[in-house]
């Protein structure tokens, strides 16, 4: 297992257009969490699966986020009309849904909106 | 809420020497996990060390430790013996045990740098 990873690892796009990324999780791992990063900030949380159910949203997820993660598997975030407040590392991390409760990180998505 | 603040944005170390980064948190949770991670340059994330809350002992893995003060609802880390690929952004962060696996409030971060 090579960890969690996520596609693509940069994008840039122009206002309005919409991008969909995408997280891989550990195989084993049932939770799966997406979190957003600002320049000189630290993750804030976006939503998160148990399986194939979205658990929680953030007040951060405007209506132009969804997320889905069909069959538990991997998780799909979409962004549609994107904005340049939108620009951010965005960040996919995976857990077992036991203790020790330690959540694996991916590389992160950075998206740039020109 | 729960809230996370580090109140030191970056601080330095010579390598070798011992480093300390603060942590304070707040939340009215009695059980609750927290953690440090550790964010390389252009690297990602990955954990440090972690603490539970009900456990008096404080956490050590190799050259990390913390110091947990829970009446005060403090964490900071302790990195000993510095090396150059301690070089890194820095995160507490805060887990409400009682809800199970749940989503980790961060803090803003510390970024260290140790100097040869």
């Known amino acids: 297992d090579t960890g969690v990873s996520q596609n693509p690892r940069h994008k840039i796009t122009k206002r309005g257009q919409n991008v969909t990324f995408r997280c891989d999780p550990i195989?084993?791992?049932?939770?799966l969490y997406w979190y957003r990063q600002t320049l000189g900030q630290g993750p804030e949380f976006l939503t998160y699966?148990?399986?194939?159910?979205?658990?929680?949203k953030s007040r951060l997820l405007s209506d132009r986020f969804s997320a889905e993660r069909p069959k538990g598997s991997f998780s799909t975030l979409e962004i549609q009309r994107t904005e340049q407040g939108d620009s951010a590392m965005y960040l996919c991390?995976?857990?077992?849904?036991?203790?020790?409760?330690?959540?694996?990180f991916g590389p992160g998505t950075r998206l740039t909106v020109t | 809420a729960q809230t996370v603040t580090q109140s030191q944005p970056e601080m330095s170390v010579q390598e070798a020497e011992t480093v300390t980064l603060s942590c304070t948190y707040d939340t009215s949770e009695n059980n609750y996990y927290l953690f440090w991670y550790k964010q390389p340059p252009s690297r990602q994330m990955i954990l440090v060390i972690r603490?539970?809350?009900?456990?008096?002992q404080n956490a050590t893995e190799n050259r990390f430790s913390v110091n947990f003060q829970k009446a005060a609802k403090s964490f900071s880390l302790k990195i000993s013996d510095s090396q150059l690929g301690d070089t890194a952004m820095y995160f507490c962060a805060f887990m409400p045990h009682n809800s199970g696996n749940t989503p980790l409030v961060f803090g803003k971060g510390t970024r260290l740098s140790v100097i040869a």
């Open positions: 195989s084993e791992h049932n939770r």
């Open positions: 699966f148990q399986n194939e159910a979205q658990l929680e």
């Open positions: 991390a995976s857990s077992l849904g036991s203790p020790p409760h330690e959540q694996y």
């Open positions: 603490q539970e809350a009900y456990k008096q």
